[in-house]
């Protein structure tokens, strides 16, 4: 355990490695969220264009957690927003240990990018190194390939995540700390926060491999932790890689946040392997994670496609043009 002069140090270091910009504090309500906030509004507060706060729907702890993040942050002169979920997607599920967490997950950045946009703001986040290896697990577990396995610090090369719009940036400075430096910074800071109930509840895949799976595999292979956060960077530098080669060779076109072209001639000449690796990459440019199935009918769809023909995604949808392919993020 760190002890909290070195967790004061570690937290305020992380911070300033950021670059100067506009910010938009995703603060929940926790302990590591409001860690955040406390340590950017002593360190960059003028920097802050604000902090906002979702309600997941979930009863009284998710309120009272939003309601903490208010008070603080209007305690510390900064504008602060709230959002909140449409109860049947919230409380009812929660008992009954049947909640989409995709829902909640789409719910949240969809509120994020909006205001995200509407400041033109970089969203911060308190994601933890423990919350990337906790994320590395659940992917493997999963069986994702590379894309999936680089996890969180994709963002660190592209500045951009599959699951928030295209346009939105996401900075996450406390990705190289560990869960308990943050621990030490709340306690050396007398913070408050909120618990919520639902981490304990092992009806949450992430919660099952925080409370269960991880730690077994850490004692049946010491070190393993370390292992999924080196795997994760090996991943992301593969991703950025890939990025580039894309950018070099086939010049995707951004028409807007949620509409992306590509030459249809360059794109016809992979095989199902190539094409497997390249589709997700020009689709993640609007912000649109293809899955297998996704990826499996595009591939096959390709080479052949008319103009005028389509192909349906998971949230989007890919469209041949007589020269192009437009790969369009419908929400």
């Not at 090369?157 to 190289?176: C, D, K, V």
Request: hydrophobic share 50%.
């Amino acid at each position: 355990m760190p002890t909290q002069s070195e967790a004061l140090e570690s937290v305020h270091r992380s911070l300033a490695e950021l670059p100067r910009g506009r910010w938009l504090l995703a603060v929940s309500g926790g302990r590591d969220s409001m860690a955040l906030l406390d340590a950017f509004a002593s360190a960059r507060g003028h920097e802050v264009a604000g902090v906002a706060s979702f309600d997941h729907g979930t009863g009284p702890a998710a309120r009272k957690a939003v309601a903490l993040v208010e008070r603080t942050g209007l305690a510390l002169q900064l504008p602060v927003m709230t959002g909140r979920m449409q109860p049947a997607v919230g409380h009812a599920k929660l008992a009954a240990h049947s909640v989409d967490e995709a829902a909640w997950r789409e719910a949240r950045w969809r509120f994020l990018d909006g205001w995200a946009a509407e400041l033109r703001a970089t969203v911060v986040t308190a994601h933890s190194w423990d919350d990337q290896v906790e994320t590395v697990v659940l992917r493997l577990l999963r069986g994702s390939g590379p894309r999936g396995l680089a996890g969180m610090r994709v963002a660190d090369a592209t500045g951009n995540a599959e699951h928030a719009g295209a346009s939105t940036r996401i900075a996450r400075p406390f990705l190289t700390l560990r869960r308990d430096q943050i621990a030490a910074y709340a306690t050396a800071r007398r913070l408050q926060w909120v618990v919520d109930p639902s981490n304990a509840t092992l009806a949450f895949g992430r919660n099952r491999v925080r409370h269960e799976i991880l730690p077994a595999l850490e004692r049946a292979s010491p070190g393993f932790a370390q292992w999924c956060w080196d795997l994760s960077g090996r991943a992301a530098a593969w991703r950025q890689t890939l990025a580039t080669w894309v950018d070099a060779q086939l010049a995707p076109v951004l028409i807007d946040a949620d509409r992306v072209a590509v030459r249809a001639a360059a794109m016809r000449t992979f095989d199902a392997t190539g094409g497997a690796v390249i589709w997700p990459e020009v689709a993640a440019r609007v912000g649109l994670a293809m899955d297998r199935r996704g990826i499996a009918r595009v591939v096959a769809w390709a080479p052949t496609a008319k103009s005028g023909g389509r192909v349906q995604l998971s949230r989007g949808e890919v469209l041949c043009t007589a020269s192009t392919f437009v790969i369009r993020r419908l929400y």
